[in-house]
């Protein structure tokens, strides 16, 4: 073979192999398009819940100057910032109509669930790049996590979309 054939051959791999990585994986999500309604509310909900970092925890809390439980906050996140009333348990969120998602599929604003023992026990709210907006436990504040802490990656089950 010549030295200008191996080139184009080695182009023709390079090519496919580029082709490859840049394809879309089978069940991606349509991406947040800004100015749409989903895009605009998911907006609202991240920055509302973003304000609420440093509020103290308080089981059965519902407002900001109460204190929050996980769901209380997520709760008056979505009614406040997008209008969309949820249930008030994180057990109950969990089971509204919407499909499950992985979490290389989550989307901003999107609920993210975790469970001891298979049984649904806390909620969060998904705000991109594998993080987390929460209220986690007694004696603490609402907090920024990554889905990649230990506890939160071995305990996440499923993410769901409440914006649609």
Request: net charge positive; hydrophobic share 45%.
């Amino acid at each position: 073979m010549t030295a200008s054939v191996l080139r184009l051959a080695a182009l023709a791999v390079l090519t496919l192999l580029l082709a490859a990585c840049g394809s879309t994986p089978r069940r991606a999500e349509p991406p947040l398009v800004a100015g749409t309604p989903r895009a605009d509310a998911a907006n609202a909900v991240l920055f509302r819940a973003i304000a609420l970092v440093g509020t103290p925890y308080r089981y059965g809390g519902n407002t900001p100057d109460g204190g929050f439980d996980c769901s209380g906050l997520v709760g008056y996140v979505f009614r406040d910032a997008a209008g969309v009333g949820l249930p008030r348990t994180s057990m109950q969120m969990s089971e509204i109509g919407k499909r499950k998602l992985a979490v290389d599929a989550l989307q901003a604003g999107d609920l993210v669930f975790f469970a001891e023992s298979r049984t649904v026990s806390h909620v969060g709210i998904y705000v991109g790049e594998r993080r987390f907006v929460h209220a986690p436990n007694r004696g603490g504040t609402v907090r920024l996590d990554s889905l990649d802490g230990a506890w939160w990656r071995e305990h996440f089950v499923y993410g769901k979309r409440a914006l649609e």
